[in-house]
């Protein structure tokens, strides 16, 4: 079953989104091979170059500012086994479906927050954060709630406010917002993050992660603030 490691809510300053040219691009979707399904928050990059993509709920992605030539693009997600393949880029854009094929799932078990539970492959070191930081949501969780989106499973959460129209920290100051990041990557910031708590089906997430306060944030991501 397809799933994400983590959705993280972090508590810091709003920044501008980076606007690039393109001279060439590769656009498409990332798809389980077994099933045909969506892979979310996949990784494409234009091997040797800083450019890459997450994929979106959907599978979608879209890299741009790709000098012409001969290049390879690689593909990988958490649960897949890594895929590249090289093509000659011309100006214009490239339109490609990716499969990846699944790896084998291994369980672990872990004690989280007084809970015993098994946890997949690649998930241990997220699991035992959970039990140490912040409020932790798991996936039994939110198969309980059985919920129609991300939105209606962080209603119940403390410090998060959840409305009709948006979602957002009720300790935020006026020059801070709260941020989205999926397995490590920053997805968007403000009114962005409900577009995609919109669009990531529940049962593709493993585990969520929200820190309400910029005092409870791990070290491991201050690190990596932009």
Known sequence: MRRL??????????????????????????????DSGAVASAKVQIVGTSLTALTDGRGNFRIGNITAGVHEYSVRAIGYQKTATSHEFASGALQRDIYLERLPNVLTQMVVQGRSLRVPRFFEAIYAR???????????QIDSLN?????????????????????YFHFCPADQVGELWMDGRRMGAGEAI????????????????VYARSQTIPADFLMHRP
């Open 147 to 167: 919920p129609f989106d991300l939105r209606t499973v962080l209603r119940s959460v403390p410090g998060l406010l959840v409305t009709d129209r948006r979602t």
């Open 194 to 209: 409900d577009e995609w708590l919109t669009n990531i089906p529940p049962k593709d997430v493993q585990a969520i992660e």
């Open 130 to 140: 959970g039990s140490r930081w912040g409020t932790f949501i798991t996936r039994e």
């Open 5 to 34: 490691s983590t959705v993280l809510f972090l508590l810091i300053a709003r920044t501008a989104a980076a606007q690039d040219d393109a001279k060439a691009s590769l656009a498409g979707r990332v798809l389980d091979s077994l």
